[in-house]
């Protein structure tokens, strides 16, 4: 069925490096992804996207990368900062005629010791 | 440049009771999204909007919710008869287009008692 899972439920690193966040998603007709971060009490705060037509996407200290081979998207954060602590999640909206739904997966909580 | 707002922040009701969840879209945005997230996990699909239009209700849990965007802008999201099982984070978001991003609000937490 539709899923998209993360591979860790948590991770925790040290400040100032590197943080990789991975998801997988099953279905293969999806065709734009979005991560998102949220912080306690708040709502999901948008990251960065990507569509199925490009592997790479960069942002500020963020690359989102997709490998439609394997199913597979990551983020990454380059010299994470104790504000970079939150829950992230990957959301993925299935093509051909969709209401522009998210499917959401269950998340990932970073970390960051100082 | 205000983003999505929802109010209430909180609200707590008593079982059986009727709540009504605002949500103000970014203006100008035409696709409006209401979700669902329990504690600890994603958001999950109610409904969806694009202008005054619900397309897509397929995750209305059951006839007790009901949405409505008389306007096109501001939407609401009405739960009737609430259970302690309707306990959750209702979360709103707005997108310029479908497909495309989606920003969402705080978020209205709902505790049935």
């Known amino acids: 069925g539709e899923s998209v899972g993360l591979h860790l439920p948590t991770l925790s690193v040290q400040e100032g490096d590197n943080s990789i966040i991975n998801c997988a998603y099953s279905n293969s007709a999806s065709d734009y992804f979005i991560w998102y971060k949220q912080e306690s009490g708040k709502g999901p705060q948008f990251i960065i996207d990507i569509r199925s037509n490009m592997d790479k996407r960069q942002g500020q200290r963020v690359t989102v990368l997709l490998n439609k081979t394997v199913k597979h998207l990551s983020l990454q954060i380059a010299a994470t900062q104790p504000g970079d602590s939150a829950v992230y999640f990957c959301?993925?909206?299935?093509?051909?005629?969709?209401?522009?739904?998210?499917?959401f997966g269950q998340g990932t909580t970073l970390q960051v010791k100082p | 440049g205000a983003g999505v707002s929802q109010s209430p922040r909180y609200k707590v009701a008593k079982r059986g009771q009727d709540v009504a969840l605002r949500c103000d879209p970014i203006?100008?945005?035409?696709?409006l999204f209401w979700y669902q997230q329990a504690l600890g996990q994603g958001p999950e699909f109610l409904t969806y909007f694009q202008n005054e239009a619900q397309l897509d209700k397929s995750g209305l849990p059951s006839d007790r919710f009901f949405a409505e965007r008389p306007e096109g802008s501001v939407s609401t999201l009405k739960i009737q008869r609430t259970q302690q099982e309707d306990s959750a984070v209702y979360l709103c978001?707005?997108?310029?287009?479908?497909?495309?991003?989606?920003?969402f609000g705080p978020g209205t937490r709902l505790t049935v008692l």
């Open positions: 978001a707005s997108s310029p287009l479908t497909g495309w991003g989606q920003f």
């Open positions: 959301a993925e909206n299935i093509g051909s005629g969709n209401t522009g739904k998210l499917i």
């Open positions: 203006s100008g945005h035409v696709s």
